[in-house]
């Protein structure tokens, strides 16, 4: 797929509780941010593993072309299976966004839209109202608190429903793992969407009660965790 085809700048293997994690980095272009850094990541994984149990094989740091930012732009991905050549597992991937461009919603939402449009503004994003719209100038800290503090949990969230519908013997669908894959991935997308949304708020209040997140951002060449980089 388009999305795990990479230009890697730089790749770290991260060891937390024993998961092993290849982050791999795409360095975005000009005037775009990720809003985090592998080691932000690294960071918020380590305390949110007592609590999730479940961590995938790769985080992918992508830069997505101006085409695909306008035809669907997203904030991050989950893959049951991704394949970027030389590493491939469970992977999440998170997308550069361009500062400084308008996020849009129309005043007529569906309330899936909604509650997303809330979400939002709950990250910190300023929306003004105009005529027909909802918009609000992408910022670098509202990028960051919603790349790192909720799509990486969302996302994370993805993979604790599989591993608990599908993996695990204790909760899966069916001892058959096979049937157990198809019975989850009948379910309608948005009771996934719903699982991961609890699983991710959920996730989100728990560190935030602990006092795990916000925290300010650590530089490459701040890091004070195992990364072992080839």
Request: charge should be neutral.
């Amino acid at each position: 797929m388009f999305y795990e085809r990479l230009k890697t700048t730089d790749t770290q293997e991260i060891d937390i509780g024993g998961f092993k994690i290849r982050a791999l980095y795409e360095e975005p272009r000009e005037g775009f941010t990720y809003g985090c850094t592998p080691l932000d990541v690294s960071k918020l994984l380590r305390s949110s593993i007592n609590l999730s149990q479940v961590l995938p094989d790769i985080i992918a740091f992508r830069q997505p072309t101006r085409k695909q930012r306008q035809q669907k732009p997203v904030w991050g991905r989950f893959l049951y299976f991704a394949d970027f050549g030389k590493y491939h597992g469970t992977a999440i991937i998170l997308e550069a966004q361009e500062l400084g461009t308008t996020l849009k919603w129309s005043k007529r939402m569906p309330l899936e839209d909604r509650a997303e449009y809330e979400r939002l503004i709950a990250d910190g994003h300023v929306f003004i109202e105009t005529k027909r719209h909802f918009e609000a100038e992408l910022r670098a800290q509202g990028v960051r608190n919603t790349i790192l503090y909720r799509t990486l949990l969302h996302e994370l969230g993805h993979l604790a429903h599989y591993h608990q519908d599908v993996l695990d013997g204790q909760t899966a669908l069916d001892f058959d793992q096979k049937v157990a894959k198809n019975l989850y991935f009948s379910k309608p997308s948005s009771e996934h969407e719903a699982f991961a949304h609890s699983f991710g708020e959920e996730l989100s209040r728990s560190l935030r009660i602990a006092g795990e997140i916000p925290f300010d951002p650590i530089k490459f060449e701040q890091a004070d965790i195992e990364v072992r980089k080839n």
